[in-house]
C-alpha cells in the first residue's frame, strides 16, 4: 500500500495504549516490519520496512487543561528487489 502522508488520532485507554507500543516495540526489536493500524475510519493495517539507524524526536507540549506528546521516528527505507 502507498501512502504518502498518513496520520491519526485515537483515544485509547491506557492498556490498549500500552498494548500498541508493546506490539510496536517488539516489531522494532524483531527488525523486520512495523505494522500500524489503519485509520480508525478504516479497515486493514499497514506493514512498514524498518532499518537501521533510527532517528527519535520527543516533543512534549503543555497546555493548560492537556499534555501533548508527539514521538517520532524515522529511518531509511530498505530496497526491495523485485524479480
Do not use: C, H
Not at 524483531?30 to 499497514?46: A, F, Y
Amino acid at each position: 500500500m502507498d501512502i504518502d502522508e498518513y496520520e491519526f488520532e485515537e483515544e485509547l485507554t491506557q492498556a490498549k495504549l500500552a498494548e500498541l507500543l508493546e506490539k510496536m516495540a517488539d516489531d522494532i526489536r524483531r527488525g523486520d516490519m512495523l505494522e500500524l493500524p489503519m485509520p480508525s475510519l478504516r479497515e486493514g493495517k499497514i506493514d512498514l520496512q524498518i532499518g537501521e539507524p533510527i532517528e527519535t524526536g520527543l516533543e512534549v507540549k503543555i497546555r493548560k487543561s492537556t499534555v501533548r506528546v508527539n514521538l517520532a521516528l524515522r529511518w531509511n527505507r530498505v530496497e526491495t528487489v523485485e524479480d
